[in-house]
């Protein structure tokens, strides 16, 4: 530890920290003192110490309130992960006592047929373990993985995250392939050939999701390969909970959807998949952690291998 630290350490409590969190977040100093139970002239004191520190200024008013400047971003960035750690500490001693090994706090999409099987595995070779998942859109969840909420995050790799600035801050654990898959709830169509094209299915009752989703994009593409208009789905679509509803309710739809929603729905039993050629590849799905000067949790680990054996399984 540098002398700068070493001073920062001594002089800043955590209360410091949660000022700069709060400030951040309510961009006023009634707004912070309200949130802290403190009073105003104790907040800027408190501010001061702590760009007093830094030997920077770190806010600036403006006529939106009071803003982190470029400096002030990245230590706000580093306050907010530092309190999430000490949250995780206090909810892994917590789990431990009840008399859980270890505990992993888990991102991942709410349909996934990978995430379910991989926890069952991880517990059967871990039995203590506990599991928090917590679900949403992956940029979401990779935010919140950068400030120490999560400890990994299992989504797709899409254009927006790579052209995101996240990128570098994460480590791939591992990465598994994906592709477009097609569902019905009724006899799998036939045309007399020996395996059934795109093509051959441009007239069917399609289902599938908006045009801004990347599985709709892909069904798109498939059929403009084969040199046909892609078709005009009858049902358009974005909740996984009416996909599967709809499915089983009309034999007659055909639906197009990711991999990982094609093996939950098949496992819920009266879907098929239906074998379709060529392969159209969707963008594949990874388990990330942060990068940084921490050794690779242990459960992280083991809940990779559990996703790996899942993946070698399909």
Do not use: Y
């Not at 800043?12 to 920290?17: C, I, K, P, V």
């Not at 951040?24 to 760009?51: C, D, I, N, Y």
């Not at 499915?247 to 379709?276: F, I, K, N, S, Y």
Request: include cysteine; proline fraction near 7%; glycine fraction near 6%.
């Amino acid at each position: 530890m540098d002398s700068r630290t070493d001073h920062l350490v001594r002089k800043l409590r955590l209360r410091h920290l949660e000022l700069l969190v709060a400030l951040s977040e309510t961009a006023s100093m009634r707004g912070a003192a309200a949130r802290l139970h403190l009073s105003q002239p104790a907040l800027s004191k408190m501010l001061g110490e702590v760009e007093a520190g830094f030997d920077a200024r770190l806010f600036e008013r403006s006529h939106q309130g009071m803003q982190p400047n470029a400096l002030g971003i990245g230590v706000v960035h580093r306050a907010r992960s530092v309190l999430h750690e000490l949250e995780r500490a206090t909810e892994e001693v917590e789990a431990l006592r009840r008399g859980a090994v270890a505990l992993l706090r888990l991102g991942a999409p709410s349909v996934t047929a990978s995430v379910p099987a991989a926890v069952a595995a991880l517990r059967r070779k871990m039995p203590g373990a506990m599991v928090q998942i917590r679900e949403g859109r992956v940029h979401e969840l990779i935010q919140r993985l950068l400030v120490g909420e999560l400890d990994c995050v299992f989504g797709a790799v899409t254009p927006e995250l790579l052209a995101s600035d996240v990128i570098p801050r994460l480590k791939p654990v591992l990465m598994l392939e994906d592709e477009l898959c097609v569902l019905t709830a009724g006899a799998a169509p036939r045309t007399g050939k020996r395996r059934l094209r795109w093509a051959d299915l441009q007239d069917a009752a399609w289902m599938a999701p908006p045009r801004d989703t990347l599985v709709r994009q892909a069904f798109m593409t498939a059929f403009l390969n084969e040199g046909v208009p892609p078709p005009v789905p009858v049902i358009e679509v974005m909740s996984s909970v009416t996909i599967g509803s709809l499915l089983r309710a009309d034999p007659a739809l055909l639906c197009a959807v990711r991999r990982e929603h094609a093996a939950d729905e098949v496992a819920r039993g009266g879907v098929r998949r239906v074998d379709v050629a060529p392969p159209v590849p969707l963008p594949s799905f990874g388990l990330f952690i942060r990068k940084g000067d921490l050794p690779d949790l242990p459960i992280v680990l083991a809940f990779a291998d559990a996703l790996r054996g899942v993946a070698r399984a399909h």
